[in-house]
T-cell receptor, first 120, second 111 residues
Framework: EAGVVQSPRYKIIEKKQPVAFWCNPI?????LYWYLQNLGQGPELLIR????????DSQLPKDRFSAERLKGVDSTLKIQPAELGDSAVYLC??????????????????FGQGTRLTVV | QKEVEQDPGPLSVPEGAIVSLNCTYS??????FMWYRQYSRKGPELLMY????GNKEDGRFTAQVDKSSKYISLFIRDSQPSDSATYLC???????????FGSGTQLTVLP
């Protein structure tokens, strides 16, 4: 079974240019996450989708970042305009569901390989 | 101060050594505790998962959670060069959907 697929793997752009990242989650996974990982740091959640609804976007800088998940499957994350400080790895993850309780089975998040963005 | 603090490393050990990785946290509402392994230029992958306090063992890996001290640990026995990676602790209040990660510890196991 294919894992979470992200593209492109690497992107170099000039500051003030727009950029978009694409994510295809694991088939059947209803929950999709976008994380930001700076060098030497752990991932930080940007946005979480339940199907096509963004249920947690409190950490998404909405002045320049936008995201969408049409039809509750693939997702794109866009930055416009990009700034030097946006250079980082953008990780997409998906999970089957978001149940509660001690059982992880449906809520384990599987990560893609990430898109490494360099803004020059 | 960050909610989750992790020993910064980097950590370098000889093959066969016992490795101890640790995190402390400040949010007493955390109930789910995880360890992720991240190889260079790859996404994190779940290694161990513990709900509430206690120990959990899986092969050469043991995860410990002490909620009274707000302290979690991952032990790796008989470490192998293939264990060389960055280890991230992660925690959540409710299920695994809102994870707070530590900054990661880079581990190198020398052959």
């Amino acid at each position: 079974e294919a894992g979470v697929v992200q593209s492109p793997r690497y992107k170099i752009i000039e500051k003030k240019q727009p950029v978009a990242f694409w994510c295809n989650p694991i088939s059947g996974h209803n929950t999709l996450y976008w994380y930001l990982q700076n060098l030497g740091q752990g991932p930080e959640l940007l946005i979480r989708y339940e199907n096509e609804e963004a249920v947690d976007d409190s950490q998404l800088p909405k002045d320049r970042f936008s995201a969408e998940r049409l039809k509750g499957v693939d997702s794109t994350l866009k930055i416009q305009p990009a700034e030097l400080g946006d250079s980082a790895v953008y990780l997409c993850a998906s999970s089957l569901g978001t149940g509660t309780g001690p059982i992880l089975r449906n809520t384990e998040a599987f990560f893609g390989q990430g898109t490494r963005l360099t803004v020059v | 101060q960050k909610e989750v603090e992790q020993d910064p490393g980097p950590l370098s050990v000889p093959e066969g050594a016992i490795v101890s990785l640790n995190c402390t946290y400040s949010n007493s509402a955390f109930q789910y505790f995880m360890w992720y392994r991240q190889y260079s230029r790859k996404g994190p992958e779940l290694l161990m998962y513990t709900y509430s306090s206690g120990n959990k063992e899986d092969g050469r890996f043991t995860a410990q959670v002490d909620k009274s001290s707000k302290y979690i640990s991952l032990f790796i026995r008989d470490s192998q060069p293939s264990d060389s990676a960055t280890y991230l602790c992660a925690m959540s209040e409710g299920s695994a959907r809102q994870l707070t990660f530590g900054s990661g510890t880079q581990l190198t196991v020398l052959p």
